[in-house]
């Protein structure tokens, strides 16, 4: 059985930093992509961090880009984000998601989410 | 970063068919394909449709997608009070080099 399980959230000062931790199991971590997904109370999804499978290859939201840094650890199928320079604005629950593709037909998705981490950035 | 456009809202009676647009651009459903996602009340979304028109195993038969063009569409027949929920387009970006995603339904079973 999948697994994505989801850790380090928590309330945070505006222009401080968390790190976002996402264990997986029940699936060989090592061959799949994964993404980070957030949705703001109340609002929608918002895609916001993707990374290849061996972590040479990493995807930004313009939102986040230069403040967020994934990054992946295949020896202990964890997934990372390192969140900086947080504002109000990043108030949201952060989910982990495994990213699947087929190549044959050039199918993308998201096959498996996690229950998500709150992160709420307020003084 | 650009959405994909989705109404906010849609409704039906118990055993009707409902259909949930998805509009976009032609550098992402245009040039990929789409899936979508239903999100129950304070749970996690879950993946609904993939490649476009494609169910996972376990999702029911009476779910499908669509597309043409820029445009993608979701379809659920024979209505059911438990399809109360939110339901999200989404598609990778080529120009952006991003996953986009549509601005959520909610569907209300009335």
């Known amino acids: 059985e999948v697994q994505l399980l989801e850790s380090g959230g928590g309330l945070v000062q505006p222009g401080g930093s968390l790190r976002l931790s996402c264990a997986a199991s029940g699936f060989t971590f090592s061959s799949y992509a994964m993404s980070w997904v957030r949705q703001a109370p109340g609002k929608g999804l918002e895609w916001v961090s993707g990374?290849?499978?061996?972590?040479?290859?990493?995807y930004y939201a313009d939102s986040v880009k230069g403040r967020f840094t994934i990054s992946r650890d295949n020896s202990k199928n964890t997934l990372y984000l390192q969140m900086n320079s947080l504002r109000a604005e990043d108030t949201a629950v952060y989910y982990c998601?495994?990213?699947?593709?087929?190549?044959?037909?050039?199918?993308?998705?998201?096959?498996?989410w996690g229950q998500g981490t709150l992160v709420t950035v307020s003084s | 970063q650009s959405v994909l456009t989705q109404p906010p809202s849609a409704s039906g009676t118990p055993g009707q068919r409902v259909t949930i647009s998805c509009s976009g651009s032609s550098s992402n459903i245009g040039s990929n394909t789409v899936s979508w996602y239903q999100q129950l009340p304070g749970t996690a979304p879950k993946l609904l449709i993939y490649g476009t028109n494609q169910r996972p195993s376990g999702v029911p038969e009476r779910f499908s997608g669509s597309k043409s063009g820029t445009s993608a569409s979701l379809a659920i027949g024979g209505l059911q009070s438990e399809d109360e929920a939110d339901y999200y387009c989404a598609a990778w970006g080529d120009s952006l080099k991003a996953w986009v995603f549509g601005e959520g339904t909610k569907l209300t079973v009335l």
């Open positions: 990374i290849d499978t061996r972590g040479g290859t990493t």
């Open positions: 998601a495994k990213w699947s593709r087929i190549s044959s037909f050039d199918a993308d998705y998201f096959d498996y």
